[in-house]
């Protein structure tokens, strides 16, 4: 079972919105074996396309070995992350196939990658309005927290620190923010672009989640991400000699 498998507890096209996104999300970052036509020339490669549903589609899997399952005999491929197969197929507007016959199997048409394509490149704006940050709604913290929190933690080192809070507006909370603390100046742009990556793949909340740096103190009540290294565990102390033996 691969990673995008353990996804996929329900069928793509029968999984509620969350689930499908956490599953592109995933998709986005997986090495694909591509089918191709025939072995690459160089630079040049022309995927091997098939009719399905009134266009082009191409087929890949997430294993050379299940490609090769596929068409029952070893095939030619080239191995692309999902990300950068999902713009080449935009461009031609043609769809894509991935894992037939698995748990993740999926179906993707020029529509869903197009939506997918302008997903991956969002960027943040900055934005140096001066806000009154409250806590964060209930129900976003828990849309939010977990998710946030596993792709944090794929962040530390980069980031000392991270917090959801909450925007006022007239009548509560209008939007939402996620503060970063300990980022780099420098990769403070990748970092941002990435977190909006992530976000643009969970569940949409009132007024948005938008993404700032800063290293003051955050609001009473914000929903603190814990980014502390695990702890080595403590190798016992070898015996200086031999034991002695009675």
Not at 132 to 157: V, W
Not at 166 to 180: E, N, P, W
């Given at each position: 079972?691969?990673?995008?498998?353990?996804?996929?507890?329900?069928?793509?096209?029968?999984a509620?919105a969350?689930?499908?996104?956490?599953?592109?999300?995933?998709?986005?970052?997986?090495?694909?074996?591509?089918?191709?036509?025939?072995?690459?020339?160089?630079?040049?490669?022309?995927l091997?396309?098939?009719?399905?549903e009134?266009?082009?589609?191409?087929?890949?899997?997430d294993?050379?070995?299940?490609?090769?399952?596929?068409f029952?005999?070893?095939?030619d491929?080239?191995?692309?992350?999902?990300r950068?197969?999902?713009?080449?197929?935009?461009?031609e507007?043609?769809?894509?196939l991935?894992?037939?016959?698995?748990?993740?199997?999926?179906?993707?048409?020029?529509?869903?990658?197009?939506?997918?394509?302008?997903?991956?490149?969002?960027?943040?704006?900055?934005?140096e309005?001066?806000?009154?940050?409250?806590?964060?709604?209930?129900?976003?913290?828990?849309a939010?927290?977990?998710?946030l929190?596993?792709?944090?933690?794929?962040?530390?080192?980069?980031?000392?620190g991270?917090a959801?809070?909450?925007?006022?507006?007239?009548?509560?909370?209008?939007?939402?923010?996620?503060?970063?603390?300990?980022a780099?100046?420098a990769?403070?742009?990748?970092?941002?672009?990435a977190?909006?990556?992530?976000?643009?793949?969970?569940?949409?909340?009132?007024?948005?989640?938008?993404?700032s740096f800063?290293?003051?103190?955050?609001?009473?009540g914000?929903?603190?991400?814990?980014?502390?290294?695990?702890?080595?565990?403590?190798?016992?102390?070898?015996?200086?000699?031999?034991?002695?033996?009675?």
């Amino acid at each position: 079972m691969t990673s995008l498998d353990e996804l996929a507890p329900i069928p793509f096209h029968d999984a509620d919105a969350p689930q499908r996104a956490r599953m592109l999300s995933r998709l986005a970052d997986t090495e694909l074996a591509v089918a191709l036509m025939a072995e690459p020339m160089g630079n040049d490669v022309e995927l091997r396309m098939f009719p399905f549903e009134g266009g082009q589609v191409a087929l890949a899997c997430d294993s050379e070995d299940r490609l090769a399952d596929f068409f029952g005999q070893v095939v030619d491929y080239i191995g692309l992350p999902g990300r950068v197969l999902a713009e080449l197929l935009k461009a031609e507007g043609a769809g894509l196939l991935v894992n037939p016959g698995h748990p993740s199997e999926m179906f993707l048409d020029a529509d869903m990658l197009d939506w997918l394509t302008g997903a991956l490149a969002g960027a943040p704006e900055a934005d140096e309005a001066h806000l009154q940050l409250i806590a964060p709604a209930k129900d976003t913290s828990d849309a939010l927290a977990q998710p946030l929190a596993a792709r944090l933690a794929d962040m530390r080192g980069l980031i000392t620190g991270a917090a959801l809070v909450g925007v006022a507006g007239q009548d509560g909370t209008a939007s939402h923010l996620l503060l970063i603390a300990g980022a780099e100046a420098a990769r403070q742009p990748q970092i941002a672009k990435a977190l909006a990556e992530a976000l643009a793949f969970l569940p949409p909340q009132p007024g948005g989640v938008d993404i700032s740096f800063t290293d003051n103190a955050v609001a009473p009540g914000a929903l603190l991400f814990d980014l502390t290294p695990p702890e080595e565990p403590v190798q016992p102390k070898s015996p200086k000699g031999p034991p002695i033996l009675r």
